[in-house]
């Protein structure tokens, strides 16, 4: 079969994808909805409305972590990200092959995340914003938005867009939930031809940092995320030693002993640029 030619979804205007649809095992609810893709397709999502976003408005701060300047972000750009929302849910997801896929669930998810912080700037930290949904704290299950006429959380995107499909704990990286403690928010839109690298460079420099892993009077210091996400990360305590170690350089490797008490840590403080 010929190959489709190269088109480009461009998410912001909501062009659509010709070409064949490739179904494997699609559902039409839960965990099975999201398994459908095309093997081989050209298709690409557009995500420079998305970059132009991150261009503007993160920053990097001495400690090495991404902030947001939340508060400055003037209404032209808050309309450009709404923009890029509403192209995003007019793409048709399963007519991408796996990689635009995984790039395009990841940048959902962080414009998304944005935008619910853009609604609720007194917030002092994501956990404080309350959208409704099943849990009280924080906006995590929440609609917040329809993609392929499915409705789609923060906690969605999740368990059942990333978990069932790409079943590789890296993706967690490229997440980014508002807080200080967890992934930070990547400054490069994931594309498809990169997202790989991407999120294993994201893995690396989470790993690497003291507010994801440290050595504290003889203890061994995690991030919660891990214990939160302990299910994709081999489910236990010592798979997620493994996991960490795989990313760790080799000072931070040679601390990682089996002997060590672990403590969990984190900064669930939202991750606002200071002065914004």
Request: aromatic fraction near 8%; charge should be neutral.
């Amino acid at each position: 079969m010929q190959r489709p030619s190269r088109r480009s979804v461009l998410a912001a205007f909501g062009v659509a994808v010709g070409g064949p649809l490739f179904l494997v095992g699609c559902g039409a609810s839960g965990v099975d909805r999201w398994i459908g893709h095309a093997p081989g397709s050209d298709a690409i999502v557009d995500h420079r409305a998305w970059q132009l976003f991150l261009d503007r408005h993160t920053f990097t701060g001495a400690d090495g972590i991404t902030r947001v300047a939340y508060a400055s972000v003037p209404v032209a750009d808050r309309e450009l990200l709404s923009d890029y929302l509403a192209g995003l849910q007019r793409v048709p997801v399963k007519r991408l092959d796996r990689p635009q896929q995984l790039a395009f669930w990841l940048n959902l998810h962080n414009a998304l995340m944005v935008r619910v912080v853009l609604d609720h700037l007194i917030a002092r930290s994501p956990d404080d914003i309350n959208l409704g949904g099943s849990f009280s704290r924080g906006p995590w299950s929440a609609t917040l938005a329809r993609v392929d006429g499915a409705s789609v959380s923060l906690g969605s995107i999740r368990t059942a867009a990333l978990r069932p499909v790409f079943q590789d704990p890296r993706w967690h990286y490229g997440l980014c939930d508002a807080s200080l403690g967890g992934p930070a928010l990547p400054r490069a839109a994931f594309q498809g031809e990169t997202v790989d690298r991407q999120i294993e460079d994201s893995a690396i420099g989470y790993v690497n940092h003291p507010r994801a892993v440290r050595v504290e009077d003889g203890a061994l210091l995690l991030n919660a995320f891990w214990r939160r996400n302990l299910v994709d990360f081999g489910g236990s305590e010592a798979s997620a030693l493994s996991h960490i170690a795989a990313y760790a350089d080799r000072e931070l490797r040679a601390e990682l002993q089996p002997s060590r008490t672990v403590r969990w840590m984190d900064n669930r403080q939202l991750n606002e640029w200071p002065g914004s």
